[in-house]
């Protein structure tokens, strides 16, 4: 975790030890899994619910509730209610909840919508950034690179296909805004970053991995003067096969 002229008041852990905890996804909060850890771990003992920000973890399996997660950090836990564990190394999920159980967090809420050619499609949600408030000061933290985590899923990853058309069409939910696009070839290496959807349409055929990183707004914190705030790269596959007289994409 990386704090960027943050302040947060912290419990302290004087051997400077590295601690590992497991616990149940109880639900998502703007950026970060609310967790029950699990009992024979000390943080059972600290507190029953523990808000754990989604950082240092692989794009793939995408955590959903009622998974079991191990979460290895510094052993300093905020003092906020719920508390946050501070220097998080590494999430992983280690027990997936059955399929027949499984709730989809992205399933009924969707940050961008992508329409071409009559069909619609909603990105994977990749974890950027977050800025949320602790009590005194924000608490910063940034995800793992978009592409490295690109590199390491397989070729039938589950991100969601769209075919370009003339009539391709990006539409952001209420609070959400644009910040870039980022292009990826076949191979998943980065090409370049775009600033508008229409520049989509300078792209050559082929098939491409596309992020669009977008900010969604959290709560107003006036005594801040600015609202807390958690970044996505909106992440899909993006087949472009152009025709003569094709015209620029749009977004909304």
């Known amino acids: 975790m990386t704090l960027v002229g943050c302040t947060n008041k912290e419990k302290s852990n004087e051997n400077n030890e590295t601690h590992i905890f497991q616990g149940e996804i109880i639900e998502f909060d703007n950026g970060a899994m609310l967790v029950e850890p699990l009992e024979g771990y000390s943080e059972a003992e600290h507190a029953q619910r523990i808000r754990v920000v989604i950082q240092n973890m692989p794009g793939s399996p995408e955590p959903r509730v009622g998974d079991i997660i191990e979460v290895t950090y510094s052993g300093v836990m905020t003092e906020e209610s719920p508390p946050s564990p501070t220097g998080v ?47 005194d000061g924000f608490l910063c933290a940034d ?39 980022m292009v990826f070839n076949e191979a998943r290496e ?6 508008a959807v229409s520049d989509l349409s300078e792209l050559d055929s082929g098939r491409y991995y596309i992020g669009i990183v977008v900010s969604q707004k959290g709560q107003y914190i ?31």
């Not at 397989?154 to 069409?169: G, Q, V």
Request: charged share 25%; with cysteine; glycine share 6%.
């Open 89 to 135: 190394e590494k999430i992983v999920v280690i027990k997936r909840t059955p399929d027949d159980e499984i709730i989809d967090p992205q399933e009924d809420e969707h940050l961008i919508s992508v329409a071409s050619g009559g069909s619609m499609i909603h990105p994977f949600w990749h974890f950027a950034y977050s800025e949320h408030w602790a009590e």
């Open 143 to 181: 995800g793992t690179p978009a592409g490295g985590e690109l590199k390491e899923w397989s070729e039938e990853s589950s991100l969601p296909e769209i075919e370009w058309s003339e009539d391709f069409t990006v539409t952001y939910a209420d609070g959400v805004d644009s910040q870039y696009i």
């Open 190 to 195: 980065q090409q370049d970053h775009l600033f």
């Open 222 to 252: 006036e005594q801040a003067k600015q609202a807390e705030c958690t970044g996505w790269v909106c992440l899909f596959k993006l087949v472009v096969e152009h025709i003569e007289g094709f015209s620029s994409p749009t977004e909304e």
